[in-house]
């Protein structure tokens, strides 16, 4: 059986992870609308994987004995001024997570939840990469700057993105 403080922890953390996914499919949406489809690709792409992240969360609840209670999403925002500040947004998204990850990790040591820590360790290592591939792209757009036609050139490069469950990529660690 969980305990108590890490079922209500895992719950906040679903809730943060769906509201990610939210947040990724309002940057996908804005992408769309400036007709960068490739960008909207990859951000429809992370949606996906963040509502996999949110039920490996809500499979390990319910695998635990304990209990899911859902709570309400808040509404992202939907409106950025350019393909940097929304990776920006995403960069500095991520280290939040990370952050969030971390005191789940503390809460499990701190109360001895082998399991649980155990269990975190894909998401540690997940959140490494989730914010690597974020800091690439940040990176390549301050190179472009306002060149236009490189722009297009990393918008085609964002169409290649493809979701992978994490299923099929658990056994050798973060997908
Ligand atoms: Fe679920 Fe992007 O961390």
Same mark, same amino acid.
């Given at each position: 059986?969980?305990?108590?403080?890490?079922?209500?922890?895992?719950?906040?953390?679903?809730?943060?992870?769906?509201?990610?996914?939210?947040?990724?499919?309002?940057?996908?949406?804005?992408?769309?609308?400036?007709?960068?489809?490739? @960008?909207?690709? %990859?951000?429809?792409?992370?949606?996906? &994987? +963040?509502? !996999?992240? #949110?039920?490996?969360?809500?499979?390990?609840?319910?695998?635990?004995?304990?209990?899911?209670?859902?709570?309400?999403?808040?509404?992202?925002?939907?409106?950025?001024?350019?393909?940097?500040?929304?990776?920006?947004?995403?960069?500095?998204?991520?280290?939040?997570?990370?952050?969030?990850?971390?005191?789940?990790?503390?809460?499990?040591?701190?109360?001895?939840?082998?399991?649980?820590?155990? @269990?975190?360790? %894909?998401?540690?290592?997940?959140?490494? &990469? +989730?914010? !690597?591939? #974020?800091?690439?792209?940040?990176?390549?757009?301050?190179?472009?700057?306002?060149?236009?036609?490189?722009?297009?050139?990393?918008?085609?490069?964002?169409?290649?993105?493809?979701?992978?469950?994490?299923?099929?990529?658990?056994?050798?660690?973060?997908?």
């Amino acid at each position: 059986m969980i305990d108590q403080r890490m079922q209500e922890a895992i719950n906040k953390q679903i809730n943060a992870e769906i509201y990610s996914a939210y947040l990724y499919l309002s940057m996908s949406a804005h992408f769309q609308s400036v007709n960068l489809a490739g @960008f909207a690709n %990859w951000m429809r792409v992370q949606w996906q &994987e +963040e509502l !996999a992240h #949110a039920l490996k969360f809500y499979d390990y609840v319910n695998e635990c004995g304990g209990r899911v209670v859902l709570q309400p999403i808040e509404a992202p925002p939907s409106q950025w001024d350019s393909p940097l500040a929304v990776f920006g947004d995403v960069y500095r998204h991520e280290q939040k997570v990370t952050g969030m990850i971390n005191k789940l990790v503390d809460l499990a040591v701190e109360t001895r939840d082998h399991a649980t820590t155990n @269990f975190l360790q %894909w998401f540690v290592a997940e959140q490494v &990469e +989730e914010e !690597a591939s #974020a800091d690439e792209v940040v990176r390549k757009l301050k190179l472009v700057d306002a060149d236009s036609s490189a722009l297009f050139m990393i918008d085609r490069e964002l169409a290649q993105r493809v979701f992978v469950p994490p299923a099929a990529t658990a056994e050798g660690g973060a997908g």
